[in-house]
């Protein structure tokens, strides 16, 4: 399991020419290990998650996610890469209102074309490792800020993905609660062996990190190995 960006270059139009979102960005991340990206509003964070998700296809460079070269693949074959082997926690939780936290788990099985039912002994095990096995049967109205982004996280693990890319997930949550969701994104990645991308604003959470990089105007420092 691992992620690997090689050199990506990424811009979008900008009036009569094209800004440059990520200038020649490499990062390497291996299976288990946390690596954090920090940088102010409009570095470049954003996009690089979306270069990794396979969401975006950069002007040039390389991607590959866990061995596969995202160049050149068809995009029913990018869609299965996404679906299988990339988990992808946004700022906001983004829960469906009508279903219990153990469904919003079972739902990403049914996507990718298995039982839901089949599926339940997996979330249940995922939600006792976010610590809220008591919680399954529960809808998103009747867990805190904390709890959903829990949830969230879960999802994200539930088809056993290579890569997970995490994007400010303690935005909307307070500095104990913050600092709780990133102790738990460190362990899990541990735990279920991930390349695990988490993108940040907040220098507060780097100490769970195993690497640092910080990107300022779409350029990437060499990520610095941490602890
Ligand atoms: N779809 C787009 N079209 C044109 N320019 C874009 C687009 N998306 C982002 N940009 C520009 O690319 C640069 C990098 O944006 P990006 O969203 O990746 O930064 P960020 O570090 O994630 O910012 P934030 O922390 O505010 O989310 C910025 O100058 C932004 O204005």
């Known amino acids: 399991m691992s992620l690997e960006l090689n050199e990506v ?16 960005v490499s990062l390497d991340v291996p299976g288990g290990t946390l690596a ?12 690089l998650l979306a270069v990794a998700a396979t969401l975006i296809r950069p002007d040039s460079g390389t ?10 693949a068809a995009p029913a074959r990018l869609a299965e ?26 739902v990403m099985a049914q996507i990718d074309g298995r039982p839901p039912r089949k599926a339940r002994p997996r979330a249940l095990e995922l939600l006792e ?5 008591d919680l399954a049967d529960r809808r998103p109205h009747r867990l805190s800020g904390g709890q959903r982004q829990r949830v969230n996280i879960a999802r994200a693990l539930m088809n056993d993905p290579a890569v997970l890319l995490v994007d400010e997930p303690t935005s909307a949550l307070d500095h104990e609660r913050g600092a709780a969701v990133i102790d ?7 735990e279920q062996g991930t390349a695990t ?3 940040t604003h907040d220098r507060g959470h ?3 990190a195993d690497q640092v990089a910080e990107v300022l105007d779409g350029r990437l420092t060499a990520p610095a190995t941490t602890g």
Request: proline letters at 4%; zero cysteines.
């Open 81 to 106: 890469l996404r679906r299988r082997r990339i988990g992808i926690v946004f700022q906001q939780p983004n829960l469906l209102a009508s279903l219990t936290a153990a469904e919003q788990l079972q």
């Open 197 to 199: 991308v988490l993108v």
């Open 129 to 133: 490792a976010v610590g809220l096995a």
């Open 184 to 190: 738990l994104i460190a362990r899990l990645t541990r």
């Open 206 to 208: 780097l100490d769970a």
């Open 9 to 24: 270059t990424l811009t979008y139009p900008d009036g009569d020419g094209r800004l440059t979102a990520l200038d020649r």
């Open 36 to 47: 954090a990206v920090v940088g102010p509003s409009g570095s470049g964070k954003s996009s």
């Open 63 to 72: 991607v590959a996610v866990d061995g596969v070269r995202v160049e050149g």
